[in-house]
């Protein structure tokens, strides 16, 4: 079965360091691939998806993810992180086989830009 | 447009008890997902709907737990005989079905359920 593993349950960062928050995915078969946050008290809100084509994906508030097939990563990154940054990071992996689209989340890394 | 809202925000219960969660997805969004998120954990999948007909029903924990969506749009969460490891929060998300580019979920806000 497919799992997510983010390592790393807690980043602290000082404001405009950059950031990588790492994950990795279990299975080699086809999967899409996204970064969600996650304010405080609020929804998840996609940052950016892996679906197919060029294996570096820009998405919003400046982050960028590389999604890298043989060692079936998908790390976030920002150059410059901002304190507004400061929340709960999920990747997630989708089954492009499982004819469900479920998504399989990660533990999340909490990120904490510090000033 | 509308996103994908969820009542109520918050359910505070007592152990033994019924609840029901409701789910209201964006509108001609035909996938709809039921997921948990306990504190410290990344949402865990629960039930998927495509149409009105459960396709998945895979997460659910145990038979207290029952998901329908009887006209294709709202769907309801029903748990039976609450326990205090139901505390958690249930999220809802739907996506646009049909290609690759569609299967994005977008989430509910979720419902924040306490069983004291």
């Known amino acids: 079965a497919q799992s997510v593993t983010q390592l790393d349950s807690q980043v602290p960062v000082f404001e405009e360091a950059p950031v990588e928050l790492r994950c990795n995915y279990s299975?080699?078969?086809?999967?899409?691939l996204f970064w969600y946050v996650q304010y405080p008290n609020q929804g998840l809100q996609l940052l950016l998806k892996?679906?197919?084509?060029?294996?570096l994906v820009k998405g919003i508030n400046g982050f960028e993810a590389e999604f890298n097939k043989s060692q079936t990563s998908f790390h976030l990154r920002k150059p410059s992180v901002h304190i507004s940054d400061t929340a709960e990071y999920f990747c997630?992996?989708?089954?492009?086989?499982?004819?469900?689209?479920?998504?399989?989340f990660g533990t999340g890394t909490r990120l904490k830009v510090l000033a | 447009g509308a996103g994908v809202s969820q009542t109520p925000s918050n359910k505070v219960t007592e152990k033994g008890k019924y609840v029901e969660l409701r789910c209201d997805p964006i509108?001609?969004?035909?996938?709809l997902y039921w997921y948990r998120q306990s504190l410290g954990q990344g949402p865990e999948f629960l039930i998927y709907f495509q149409g009105t007909g459960a396709a998945d029903d895979s997460g659910l924990p145990n038979d207290r737990f029952f998901a329908v969506r009887p006209e294709g749009s709202v769907s309801t969460l029903k748990i039976q005989r609450t326990e205090r490891g139901d505390s958690a929060v249930y999220l809802c998300a739907s996506s646009v079905r049909g290609t690759s580019e569609s299967n994005e979920q977008f989430f509910g806000p979720g419902t924040r359920l306490t069983v004291l």
């Open positions: 299975s080699s078969v086809s999967v899409y």
């Open positions: 892996y679906l197919s084509g060029s294996t």
């Open positions: 997630a992996v989708s089954d492009r086989t499982s004819g469900t689209y479920k998504y399989i």
């Open positions: 509108s001609g969004h035909t996938a």
